[in-house]
């Protein structure tokens, strides 16, 4: 008995412990299944899992990145054509969520209801949409915070055909709904109470190559407005999907999963075919920091620079996508990869909901030998954990005692309205806490700065 008792506290043996909220139906191994176009609702981990339980946390990631990846129903946002197969056309499913420009208008009015679009001057290529459109106007996975004092912090990608990558970042329908209910696209409702969000709520972001000049026969591929930063217009073009981000919030994980998706072929790795997206292949090291700012954006788009994955992607979950990927054979989702799930991780989930999202409560997590980040969003942000997914928006949780907490979505706090005063973000301490941890994340040199190291200075200056 004492010794049950005290097996349940070796840190490393909390993945054992979870018997009690365990469904009786979770099969181990997980069966590989692409034709639900629902995302599950919670992970299913059966009991007494030993080690890690890699594939139950990346078959939930698979599953929901099939049920975002299905062609959406004619006509109604976010809902999936069940007549359809995953591999069948039309626009994605999370392509017709509801887009952050949707969502945050620069003069602080209401959202269009879910289904419906806005006028031209709400999207950044200044359009009328209709359903299934996409509108990429933004060069940074930070959008605007490019322009609120963390110019010279961000930088943006360019690819191999020396083309800039763009970013979109969008939420499903209980998301975008608790924000236009309670009015939290204005920051006087979200800077006093803080906000929490219901469980089924999911946001994306994905990342966008412009196909000029690429081969497209292993991308999935569409028509976009795309702005052009030169001339500041927006024409259709078609542009790859080459990293997609899914976060959902659970009952089990009141943290979020956090799960994220590349094409094949961004860097050299296994499976990989050249040419790469973002790696000439010549073998010259990746810089340590972006050559390039956000802020002013470098026109003409300069020359690409070399991008690598710094910790290989877990065998385990490199399995998972083999199985995955062959079971998507003959669709352009066979092109595509899982590099990691993120999870809260205690004893007994469900979660506690006050449990914070820092390293020492996170797989991966401290001393993490797996991926945290994706080469095409979080490209410079690879070596410390505490620059991770979770790390990063658990900044957004309550700081200091001042409860104005996110639910560690960033979006929120960065563009609910207004949003763009100078300075007006870095009175929210997240902001200064976002600040201290992108200006410590690079990519070491060498071995001179150990990642222990930065990893103990930036979770101080987190706490
Ligand atoms: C160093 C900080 C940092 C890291 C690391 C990071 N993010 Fe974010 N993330 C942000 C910020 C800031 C935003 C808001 C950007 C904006 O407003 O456009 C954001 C936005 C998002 C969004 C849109 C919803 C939201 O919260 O606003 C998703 C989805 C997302 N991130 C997923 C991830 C995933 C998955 C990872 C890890 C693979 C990750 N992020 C890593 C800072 C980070």
Known sequence: ??????????????????????????????????????????????????????QFFDDFSWRSFIALVWPALNGQRGTPDTAKTVGGPGSRVFETYKELAEVFH????????????????????????????????????????????????????????????????????????AIQSGKWYL???????????????????????????????RFYTRTAWLLDPQSGTCSQKLVGLVGLHIVQKTPSRPQWIWST?????????????????FNNGGGTTMPSSNPYKLNPLPLPTPPPFNVSRIQQISTSTQSTNTSYQAALAGTPWQFYRLVMTQWPVCNNPPCNPTMRGTPGNTFPGTGATTPFANTTLETFDQTSIFTGCMACHNVTQTVSGVTQGTDFVWSLKDHAFPANVPNLLLKDPSFKNLQSLLSKSKIPTAAARTAASRDKAAENSVK
């Open 261 to 277: 998706f590349e094409q094949m072929d961004n860097v050299p790795e296994a499976g990989a075919q050249s040419p790469f997206n």
């Open 106 to 177: 620069n003069d602080g009015s209401g959202p269009s209801n879910w289904n419906d679009f806005d006028m031209p001057s709400q999207n950044g290529c200044n359009v009328q949409m209709a359903f299934g459109d996409v509108v990429l106007a933004s060069f940074s996975k930070f959008s605007n915070l490019g322009q609120a004092s963390f110019g010279s912090l961000l930088g943006p990608l360019v690819a191999q055909n020396q083309t800039y990558v763009r970013y979109l970042t969008s939420f499903n329908e209980p998301e975008f709904t």
């Open 187 to 217: 920051r006087a409702n979200i800077a006093a109470a803080g906000v929490t969000f219901t469980n089924g709520s999911i946001d994306v972001k994905s990342a966008w190559i412009d196909m000029s000049n690429k081969n497209p026969q």
């Open 1 to 54: 008995m004492k010794l049950h008792l005290s097996l349940l506290f070796v840190p490393g043996l909390v993945y054992f412990s979870n018997t009690a909220s365990a469904q009786p139906t979770c099969p181990n191994p997980p069966p590989v299944v692409i034709n639900s176009s629902q995302p599950p609702a919670d992970i299913c981990l059966p009991p007494n899992v030993p080690g890690v339980p890699f």
